[in-house]
């Protein structure tokens, strides 16, 4: 079976798998095989766990959907991070996202000094009044 994970950053992950097993909160868990009926399911948060030969991943899911159709399994997703063990996805999931939250307050940070900026230079040069 295919199956391609997708973000808001771009394709996370693309392979074919032999088996893949949904873990979701509101919807418990669920195992998809080859020539599975088709099926579309939402994912809050949970994982993804794919088997690959001997190889095994887990993909963490925040808010996502899962499609299956013709062995080709499709998954679009708020955000993910993929690891070794459901727990280090988890992990990196929460500090990429811990990360982009301080990222987003420095950048809020940075605006509002540069529109307090902005208005000094215009109340400075009388720009705007008639």
Known sequence: MDISIVTPDG???KEVVQSVIVSSSNNGDYEILPDHVPIVSTIDTGYIKLSQENLVYFVVVI????EQHNNQIRVIAQDAYIGKSREKAMENLQKLREDRIKENRKRNIELTKAEKELQKQIKQT???QL
């Open 63 to 66: 808010n996502g959907i899962v």
């Open 126 to 128: 009388g720009a705007g």
């Open 11 to 13: 394709e996370l992950y």
